[in-house]
């Protein structure tokens, strides 16, 4: 994608959603990771769910740690895979409280080393908790990268590097929230939303879907 179509491409999302924020829902770093964590294989509806339910009780690593495994299952069982979340949070929670002071690490190497937390994740927290210009690659922004040319890659660690290297410094802080955003509720998976795109002139996707019998497209832009 040429650099000034990449521009554009950011532009207009921003001026669609000029202050994106997760759909998780958290009041500290804390509930954050958990809630991250939380959502992988699953919907953030489901992990929100959950955490409305728990965080009132216990939203700090040591009040999970008092609750336990076998107290914190009961409330995950909206969330997939709850059995193996419920270790791995209460296992993140005493590591937290073991070799951080009770606090989420701001350091990518500490973030990956607690259970459940991988890279995406990771870049999530230094992007959201702590204000860095990292972009997580989930499902949705792997395909929106790929689909539209953005940053193409065949792997999301690709994906990453390519959006982190092309990505325009003043869109890097929110570029995850927005390509996540379109590609959940626009570019989806099995049916995008072609024709009521706001991307469809820049997009690169060859294969865009029509519009519905009887429905004009809309009128392609040219900024």
Not at 64 to 77: A, T
Request: hydrophobic letters at 35%; glycine letters at 6%.
């Amino acid at each position: 994608m040429h650099p000034a179509t990449r521009r554009a491409l950011y532009r207009r999302l921003r001026a669609a959603n000029p202050q994106p924020r997760s759909e998780l829902e958290y009041s500290s770093a804390f509930e954050l990771l958990v809630a991250v964590m939380l959502s992988a294989h699953t919907t953030d509806k489901s992990v929100n769910a959950a955490t409305r339910k728990l965080f009132p009780l216990a939203n700090t690593p040591r009040s999970l740690v008092e609750l336990g495994v076998e107290g914190v299952k009961p409330y995950l069982r909206s969330v997939g895979l709850y059995n193996a979340k419920s270790r791995n949070l209460i296992g993140l929670s005493r590591q937290i409280l073991e070799r951080h002071g009770g606090e989420v690490p701001r350091e990518r190497a500490a973030l990956e080393a607690l259970p459940g937390v991988g890279r995406k994740t990771a870049n999530i927290i230094l992007n959201i908790a702590f204000g860095e210009d990292h972009i997580a690659v989930d499902t949705h922004i792997f395909r929106v990268a790929n689909r539209t040319g953005l940053a193409p890659g065949r792997t999301p660690l690709a994906v990453e590097h390519a959006l982190t290297r092309n990505t325009p410094s003043e869109f890097k802080r929110d570029a995850h929230h927005w390509l996540l955003l379109h590609g959940r509720y626009v570019c989806t998976a099995r049916a995008p939303h072609c024709p009521s795109c706001i991307l469809a002139d820049l997009c690169e996707y060859p294969h865009k879907s029509a519009a519905p019998p009887g429905r004009t497209p809309r009128r392609k832009r040219t900024d």
